[in-house]
């Protein structure tokens, strides 16, 4: 069995990250991507995504890691809904797992890319009230 | 500011599951949607989604209960992906609490259906090998 085309592009996508390479990084999002910044926090376009991207590059000083741990992708249609443990690092700061996710869609020219990415998954949910 | 019609349909469907009305609850999903039974475990299409749930309904002996504690949507042109602490009891069965991503998709009705159902969220992955 080969591997998803989802599967490669995330790979593609966490060494451009790596390489500061954000032509690249930013041809695997569609044109109205979502990124979740932080809990409570999104940006939409690649635009955007591009100034999140170059800021998390300076802030982990040009020396993030970013690998996947475990990946499961669920595909129905042209949408792919990804669950995985991204792990992330640099010198300073500790490895942190997160459970992420990430929802792709294959589009008009046959290309799977990135519509919404939340590498902070369940985390941006705050608690309902109870009644 | 009104409800996301997502939340509105998510909504619909915890009611038709609780009172087993399945020709309303399919009517939530694409015609190839995928849920996940429980890790590992997957079915495709309406007729195995409404088997699904006719077996859910007779395991909790018709008791079944579900509601959403917290919940956000992240919506990027015609996909809205879904995170929810949805909240499942039975009469005899402990309350649990599950980290539920659910993937929504307009289709040309104007309708948002249920494209993805997984309401185990991370569980689904296994751990990747470390080198």
């Known amino acids: 069995m080969g591997r998803h085309p989802v599967e ?3 790979e593609r996508a966490d060494k ?3 390489a500061e390479e954000f032509d690249t990084l930013l041809d695997i999002y569609t044109e109205d991507a979502v990124l979740v910044i932080e809990p409570g926090r999104t940006v939409r376009g690649k635009a955007g995504i591009r100034k999140a991207f170059e800021a998390i590059a300076a802030y982990f000083r040009h020396g993030l890691e970013v690998r996947q741990n475990g990946m499961e992708i669920l595909e129905s249609g042209r949408i792919a809904l990804v ?3 991204t792990v992330v690092s640099a010198p300073g700061s500790p ?3 997160r459970k992420a996710v990430y929802v792709f869609h294959k589009e008009e020219d046959g290309i799977w890319r990135c ?3 939340n590498s902070y998954g369940n985390e941006i949910v705050a608690d309902g009230t109870e009644s």
Chains 1, 2 share one sequence.
């Open 115 to 117: 519509a919404i990415d």
């Open 8 to 10: 490669i592009q995330i």
């Open 83 to 85: 669950h995985a443990n």
């Open 95 to 97: 490895e942190a797992e």
């Open 16 to 18: 451009a990250i790596v």
